[in-house]
């Protein structure tokens, strides 16, 4: 594989699958073992879900799992849009239909945004990152990762992240302010290029501070971002700039989406 990604410690695992099924069963192979992996050493799973085509293909298999010990996850949302839980638009009513409804993680510990935060005026132009529902969410994310500590980052054993044809991941947008964001673990964006606007977001410290970063793209819509993200290092795409600091990267592929790179066989 022609990895141009090569100014990171470690390089990534790269997988490409014929089907999105087979695809599905090694993310569940994986998710599983990073599961039983953590609860051992840290009596619990923190794990962050993507929306977009992410869910579908994250449960596919891993719903059908018997050997994971859901009650000790802690899950959490990569990137939320502000909209009621159970609209349409939700991830989390998105991962509820795929996932949650069908394996027993208990309800406490799928930590969602309280929309009804949600304020009617945009924030002030010089703290446009803040917003209620972001600081809400920040809080819960210390409750769970900080206690009584201070950190300066969570460390989630898995986050999952989509990737747009832009090459944006969460919420983080070319170009956009939030990819400078240094202190905030979540960030509110009130414009997102990808609809609908008004959403909040892991921000990129946060998403570099896991133990475990797995990408998730597929369909020939994904070819050439996949192969500017693999082949031009230059360019400073928000998937470009996920470098887990002490973690792994790993990307999830169908043959579609990887067409254009070249994969070892
Ligand atoms: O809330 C969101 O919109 C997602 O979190 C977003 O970041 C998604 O992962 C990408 O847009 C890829 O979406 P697809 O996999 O559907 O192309």
Request: proline share 8%; hydrophobic share 40%.
């Amino acid at each position: 594989m022609s990895l141009k990604l090569l100014d990171r410690m470690e390089q990534p695992t790269v997988r490409s699958f014929t089907t999105s099924n087979e695809l599905s069963v090694s993310l569940a192979d994986l998710v599983t073992k990073l599961s039983a992996e953590s609860i051992e050493a840290r009596d619990r799973f923190t794990v962050g879900i993507s929306g977009g085509s992410l869910p579908k293909l994250l449960a596919a298999d891993l719903k059908h799992r018997k050997d994971v010990k859901w009650d000790k996850w802690e899950v959490f949302f990569c990137d939320e849009r502000i909209v009621p839980l159970e609209h349409e638009d939700s991830n989390y009513f998105l991962c509820k239909k795929e996932l949650f409804d069908h394996v027993p993680i208990p309800p406490e510990k799928i930590h969602t945004i309280d929309p009804n935060l949600a304020s009617e005026n945009e924030p002030k132009e010089e703290d446009d990152s803040i917003d209620p529902v972001a600081e809400d969410y920040e809080k819960q994310l210390i409750d769970v990762f900080a206690g009584a500590k201070s950190i300066k980052f969570p460390v989630f054993d898995l986050l999952l992240l989509g990737i747009g044809p832009d090459g944006h991941t969460c919420s983080l947008f070319p170009g956009h302010r939030l990819l400078d964001e240094g202190v905030l673990w979540v960030a509110y964006i009130g414009d997102s290029p990808k609809p609908p606007p008004k959403r909040v977001t892991l921000t990129l410290p946060v998403v570099n501070h896991a133990r475990n970063v797995a990408f998730v793209a597929t369909g020939s819509g994904k070819q050439d971002i996949l192969y500017q993200i693999f082949e031009d290092p230059s360019s400073k795409l928000p998937s470009q700039l996920v470098k887990p600091t002490n973690g792994k990267l790993y990307w999830f592929l169908d043959d579609a989406a990887s067409s254009k790179l070249i994969l070892p066989k």
